[in-house]
């Protein structure tokens, strides 16, 4: 059965009893704010590190961590929030304290599910690690369909191949040149190898300042990378499906870490689709990054950029200017969203 879905009305009443939290702390004495008093002390700052389907682990100022409850006008608490909790004078069934409001976010990650729209999985991101791998295949055309999330998001993406030890000196050489189709755009780009710890430092380097987050296929090793930043932290590996070869999801809820080396590091449940049917056409178009000094140059207005007269993009692609791959890849992802679209149409008008 889906979900309940919440009218606009009752999205709005969310984001506003949000907001007067805020602005009740911001005005008022902490003691003032008013919810099981008895209960609770006073309002303190906090930050979102992991998160579960019905609570969220804070952490407070002097680093200690508290498993809370959220007010049941709360919506979308993810990790990455900074957030005004309260603890409880005393533990009520392993639970510690209670959220109450969220701080205005920088930005945020999000996907679209069929079910519940768009839904968030974090926030205050500096910059989107995309781990991808020789298994269960190297695509581009996932890389493309995260570039084009962090592109919308505004947030910059580093591309990282891991495995690396699993590259035999052929498959190493044209996976260089895959990569370099990126380099040649802007993205930075690395090969490593959490296994051999091949490039291990570069990444590190690459993380130590501001939060970042790994996202990618289940199986392309993110939480073996994880274990090799934090050996001491229990992280869950999964191995490749032997019926499907596809990776088996080891993490069940979101995290975030703090790395030896300074800055903050979230890992996020593997994904093994990144839609984007709840993007328009023009924000795909604007996501590849290439595109940029030929749009506005085709002959029509509302040219689709196939077998169009004139279109500025395939003359871009036939002079080297646009790779092919990516214009490929650029089309295989609007026919996607169509489709996607449809099958969103048909589940909520079947539902």
Same mark, same amino acid.
Request: with cysteine; net charge neutral.
């Given at each position: 059965?889906?979900k309940?879905?919440?009218?606009?009305?009752?999205?709005?009443r969310?984001?506003?009893?949000n907001?007067?939290?805020?602005e009740?702390?911001?005005?008022?004495?902490?003691?003032?704010?008013d919810?099981?008093?008895?209960?609770?002390?006073?309002?303190?700052?906090?930050?979102v590190v992991?998160?579960?389907?019905?609570?969220?682990?804070v952490e407070?100022?002097?680093?200690?961590?508290?498993?809370c409850?959220?007010?049941?006008?709360?919506?979308?608490v993810?990790?990455?929030?900074?957030?005004?909790?309260?603890?409880?004078?005393?533990?009520?069934?392993?639970?510690?304290g209670?959220?109450?409001?969220?701080?205005?976010?920088?930005?945020?990650?999000?996907?679209?599910?069929?079910?519940?729209?768009?839904?968030?999985?974090?926030?205050n991101?500096?910059?989107?690690?995309?781990?991808?791998?020789?298994?269960?295949a190297?695509s581009?055309n996932?890389?493309?369909?995260?570039?084009?999330?962090?592109?919308?998001?505004?947030?910059?993406?580093?591309?990282?191949?891991?495995?690396?030890?699993?590259?035999?000196?052929?498959?190493?050489?044209?996976?260089?040149?895959?990569l370099?189709?990126?380099?040649?755009?802007?993205?930075?780009?690395?090969?490593?190898?959490?296994?051999?710890?091949?490039?291990?430092?570069?990444?590190?380097?690459?993380l130590? +300042? &501001?939060?970042s987050? !790994?996202?990618?296929q289940? %199986?392309?090793g =993110?939480?073996?990378?994880?274990? *090799? /930043?934090l050996p001491?932290?229990?992280?869950?590996?999964?191995?490749?499906?032997?019926?499907?070869?596809?990776?088996?999801?080891?993490?069940t809820?979101?995290?975030?870490?703090h790395?030896?080396?300074?800055?903050?590091?979230i890992?996020?449940?593997?994904?093994?689709?990144?839609?984007?049917?709840?993007?328009?056409?023009?924000?795909?178009? +604007? &996501?590849?990054?290439? !595109?940029?000094?030929?749009? %506005?140059?085709? =002959?029509?207005r509302?040219?689709? *950029? /196939?077998d169009?007269?004139?279109c500025?993009?395939?003359?871009?692609?036939?002079?080297?200017?646009?790779?092919?791959?990516?214009?490929?890849?650029?089309?295989?992802l609007?026919?996607?969203?169509?489709?996607?679209?449809?099958?969103?149409?048909?589940?909520?008008?079947?539902?």
């Amino acid at each position: 059965m889906a979900k309940r879905k919440l009218t606009q009305n009752q999205k709005r009443r969310i984001a506003s009893n949000n907001v007067k939290a805020l602005e009740r702390h911001r005005r008022k004495p902490q003691q003032d704010i008013d919810w099981q008093e008895n209960m609770l002390g006073d309002t303190q700052e906090g930050l979102v590190v992991t998160r579960y389907s019905m609570h969220a682990d804070v952490e407070d100022g002097q680093g200690c961590i508290y498993r809370c409850n959220l007010r049941r006008t709360l919506s979308g608490v993810v990790v990455g929030d900074r957030v005004l909790w309260r603890r409880g004078h005393e533990k009520l069934q392993g639970i510690s304290g209670v959220i109450e409001a969220i701080r205005p976010r920088r930005n945020e990650l999000s996907r679209p599910d069929y079910y519940d729209g768009m839904k968030v999985m974090a926030s205050n991101i500096d910059r989107i690690i995309i781990v991808s791998s020789v298994l269960p295949a190297l695509s581009l055309n996932i890389i493309d369909r995260y570039l084009v999330i962090c592109e919308t998001a505004g947030i910059p993406a580093i591309i990282v191949l891991n495995k690396a030890d699993l590259l035999s000196p052929a498959q190493r050489s044209q996976a260089e040149e895959q990569l370099g189709i990126y380099r040649d755009i802007g993205y930075q780009t690395l090969i490593l190898s959490a296994e051999s710890g091949e490039n291990m430092e570069k990444l590190t380097a690459l993380l130590a +300042q &501001g939060t970042s987050i !790994f996202v990618g296929q289940s %199986g392309v090793g =993110k939480s073996s990378l994880i274990q *090799h /930043l934090l050996p001491e932290q229990e992280v869950k590996t999964g191995d490749i499906s032997e019926n499907s070869g596809l990776g088996q999801h080891t993490t069940t809820a979101s995290r975030l870490y703090h790395l030896a080396c300074g800055g903050d590091l979230i890992d996020s449940p593997g994904i093994r689709e990144f839609g984007l049917w709840h993007l328009e056409e023009s924000q795909i178009t +604007q &996501g590849y990054l290439e !595109f940029h000094a030929f749009l %506005g140059g085709c =002959k029509f207005r509302d040219c689709k *950029h /196939l077998d169009d007269p004139q279109c500025a993009l395939r003359a871009a692609v036939e002079e080297g200017k646009i790779h092919p791959q990516r214009f490929e890849n650029y089309h295989r992802l609007i026919n996607a969203r169509t489709e996607n679209r449809s099958k969103r149409h048909f589940i909520e008008n079947t539902d």
